[in-house]
């Protein structure tokens, strides 16, 4: 049976002060992206939160969080490489990037400085936020380009990047 991935928006179900800041800072109506899969029959989520990345089941991780929006992606190439994928992302992690996050949002509140916060390159992929690991997984299995460095990339970024891979 082939490997299903989906990318999911979300909130916590008990919504946080800095959930509701992403939610207006952005535009949404969600604060958080991930990565859903079903391997064997199970369903996981890939997701960057604090303190660190990491891999959970769904039916753990929805006991506190609600989508808000589901995408199911087309087949990959090579399933096995997409599944390590997003294994090595979350191994590799050394933790989420609190100042990523707010050098984010520096730039989508002042337009002026959008430019500069897209220059700044915070962690060199130590540190993960949640649209820099669903934004890697896009890059790397279906060849996808944001035209900007991932540390820089928002969830509208995201949503559009997911709608492309879907509309061919």
Not at 12 to 21: D, E, Q, V, W
Not at 59 to 67: F, G, P, Y
């Amino acid at each position: 049976m082939p490997t299903i991935f989906s990318v999911v928006f979300s909130n916590r179900r008990k919504l946080t002060l800095l959930g509701k800041l992403i939610m207006k800072i952005e535009g949404t109506r969600y604060s958080h992206a991930s990565v859903m899969t079903k391997l064997e029959g199970e369903f996981f989520i890939y997701e960057a939160v604090w303190p660190m990345p990491r891999q959970i089941r769904y039916i753990d991780w929805i006991k506190t969080n609600e989508i808000i929006e589901e995408y199911t992606l087309p087949p990959v190439k090579s399933e096995v490489t997409s599944v390590a994928y997003l294994h090595k992302l979350i191994d590799d992690a050394q933790g989420y990037s609190i100042a990523q996050l707010f050098l984010n949002a520096i730039g989508l509140i002042n337009k002026h400085l959008n430019k500069w916060a897209g220059t700044v390159i915070l962690n060199h992929e130590k540190y993960l936020v949640c649209t820099e690991l669903v934004g890697r997984f896009l890059e790397d299995s279906y060849n996808y380009d944001f035209h900007e460095h991932e540390d820089s990339i928002d969830l509208l970024d995201v949503a559009t990047a997911v709608r492309k891979i879907l509309n061919g």
